[in-house]
């Protein structure tokens, strides 16, 4: 089956510690995004790549850092420098970059902190 | 700032009536306009996009469009509980991102 695998589902960070988010997809999509949803909002981009070894901000890229080595993988990283990681992470995939396309949506991982 | 305004709701409504969810938003430039549904926890799921003025029906969903209020709505014809959930607008704006509202949240009553 064709999709977007993100794991883990709940992640726990302790004080000063990087912690690192995967989504893989194999459905073949040349743009990968990242999101990120506190209780009662709406998802709020963080960082996007239209083609592999590329990628952009978003407007909340400030302590998270990504990379885009393969077509297939989109990881995303926490930094110690994001002071209010407790959030969930969504990470998705379109066809193309170009904003008529369907997104795909992972299940999402929980980031708590300890 | 690229703003996208939905009522948070929730919006109560009982079992068979019509649901009728809005949505403003601020970039003239956005095209494509996408509805979303999200149940508590999971990730979102596309429900309906529509890109040109005027109604798309598809099921018991009608997206309504209107860019020159940049107004945009979803309809849900005979809301059954099932339907329970928070739903999202996303406008594509003018440099092709998807910009989300944080989402009404709709209660269908049995």
């Known amino acids: 089956d064709g999709g977007i695998t993100q794991s883990p589902k709940y992640l726990f960070r302790k004080e000063g510690q990087n912690v690192t988010l995967s989504c893989e997809q194999n459905l073949n999509h040349d743009a990968m995004y990242w999101y990120r949803q506190d209780p009662g909002q709406g998802l709020r981009l963080i960082y996007y790549s239209q083609i592999v070894n590329d990628f952009q901000k978003g407007d909340i890229a400030e302590g998270y850092s990504v990379s885009r080595e393969k077509k297939e993988s989109f990881p995303l990283t926490v930094t110690s420098a994001q002071k209010n990681p407790t959030a969930f992470y969504l990470c998705?995939?379109?066809?193309?970059?170009?904003?008529?396309?369907?997104?795909?949506f992972g299940s999402g991982t929980q980031l708590s902190v300890l | 700032q690229k703003e996208v305004e939905q009522n948070s709701g929730p919006l109560s409504v009982p079992e068979g009536a019509i649901a009728s969810l809005n949505c403003t938003y601020s970039d003239r430039g956005s095209q494509s306009f996408f509805w979303y549904r999200q149940y508590s926890g999971k990730s979102p799921e596309l429900i309906m996009s529509i890109y040109s003025n005027g109604d798309k029906e598809d099921g018991r969903f009608t997206a309504q469009l209107n860019k020159a209020s940049q107004y945009v709505s979803l309809l849900i014809r005979d809301s059954q509980p099932s339907d329970s959930a928070t739903y999202l607008c996303?406008?594509?704006?003018?440099?092709?991102?998807?910009?989300f509202g944080s989402g009404t949240r709709l209660l269908v009553r049995p």
């Open positions: 996303a406008p594509c704006d003018s440099s092709y991102k998807l910009i």
């Open positions: 998705a995939s379109s066809r193309t970059g170009g904003g008529i396309e369907k997104l795909f």
